[in-house]
T-cell receptor
Framework: DAGVIQSPRHEVTEMGQEVTLRCKPI?????LFWYRQTMMRGLELLIY????????DSGMPEDRFSAKMPNASFSTLKIQPSEPRDSAVYFC??????????????FGEGSWLTVV | AQSVTQLGSHVSVSEGALVLLRCNYS??????LFWYVQYPNQGLQLLLK??????LVKGINGFEAEFKKSETSFHLTKPSAHMSDAAEYFC????????????FGSGTRLLVRP
C-alpha cells in the first residue's frame, strides 16, 4: 500500500523565494496534517484538515505560511517569502479520524527545507 | 494544557540489554498515548498506542509499554536491544476531547552499543 507521499524530499532555496511543498495522503483517509520538526522546537502541528476543510490552523507561524487542500488526494504548504528560520523538516501526515478512538496518524518521509 | 515529558534526550544501552524509555504526561483525564519511532532521514512510524483497553500494550519490533494512571506514565520497554533499534523515539499524547491532535515529547535518541 502506498503511504503518504511528499515532494520534494529535499529543497534548498534562497531567502525571499517561494517554496511549495506537496503531499498526497493515504487513499481513504479523511484527515491531513502538516507538522514541522526543528531541533529547537521539536515536532509542531502547523495545520489540520478534515474532509479538505482547515479545522485547526493555530500552529501556522505567520502570514507567510499558507496551506490548501483542494481535494481529498492533494495538499500544499506554501511559504512566501521564505526565511532562513524556516529551515526544517516538514512532515505531511494523514489518518482516518472519527472511526476508532485514538486514531493512528501516518507520516510521510518529510520534506527537508534549507533556506540560505 | 496537555503536555508530555520524556526523561533523557539520549539513552545508551548495550546490544542485548533492556531498553527503557521514559514518558510522563500531564492531564487530569488520561489521554490517548502513543510511541512513535523515527529512523534517520525518515518519517515517524507508530510503535504502539494506548486507547484505554489493556494497560499493557504490545507493539511492533518487540516493544511494549505500560500505562500507569497513578504515575501518569507510559514508559516504553524492550527486553533485549538490537542494533537496528537505534533511532529516535517520541512519546505523544492525544487529548480525548480533540483526539485528532498529537502533542509530541521532545524525543529520546536510543544508541545501541555492540
Amino acid at each position: 500500500d502506498a503511504g503518504v507521499i511528499q515532494s520534494p524530499r529535499h529543497e534548498v532555496t534562497e531567502m525571499g523565494q517561494e517554496v511549495t511543498l506537496r503531499c498526497k495522503p493515504i487513499s481513504g483517509h479523511n484527515s491531513l496534517f502538516w507538522y514541522r520538526q526543528t531541533m529547537m522546537r521539536g515536532l509542531e502541528l502547523l495545520i489540520y484538515f478534515n474532509n479538505n476543510v482547515p479545522i485547526d490552523d493555530s500552529g501556522m507561524p505567520e502570514d507567510r505560511f499558507s496551506a490548501k487542500m483542494p481535494n481529498a488526494s492533494f495538499s500544499t504548504l506554501k511559504i512566501q517569502p521564505s526565511e532562513p528560520r524556516d529551515s526544517a523538516v516538514y512532515f505531511c501526515a494523514s489518518s482516518l479520524v472519527g472511526t476508532v478512538p485514538g486514531n493512528t496518524i501516518y507520516f510521510g518521509e518529510g520534506s527537508w527545507l534549507t533556506v540560505v | 494544557a496537555q503536555s508530555v515529558t520524556q526523561l533523557g534526550s539520549h539513552v545508551s544501552v548495550s546490544e542485548g540489554a533492556l531498553v527503557l524509555l521514559r514518558c510522563n504526561y500531564s492531564s487530569s483525564v488520561p489521554p490517548y498515548l502513543f510511541w512513535y519511532v523515527q529512523y534517520p532521514n525518515q518519517g515517524l512510524q507508530l510503535l504502539l498506542k494506548y486507547t484505554s483497553a489493556a494497560t499493557l500494550v504490545k507493539g511492533i519490533n518487540g516493544f511494549e509499554a505500560e500505562f500507569k494512571k497513578s504515575e501518569t506514565s507510559f514508559h516504553l520497554t524492550k527486553p533485549s536491544a538490537h542494533m537496528s533499534d537505534a533511532a529516535e523515539y517520541f512519546c505523544a499524547v492525544s487529548p480525548r476531547d480533540s483526539s485528532y491532535k498529537l502533542i509530541f515529547g521532545s524525543g529520546t535518541r536510543l544508541l545501541v552499543r555492540p
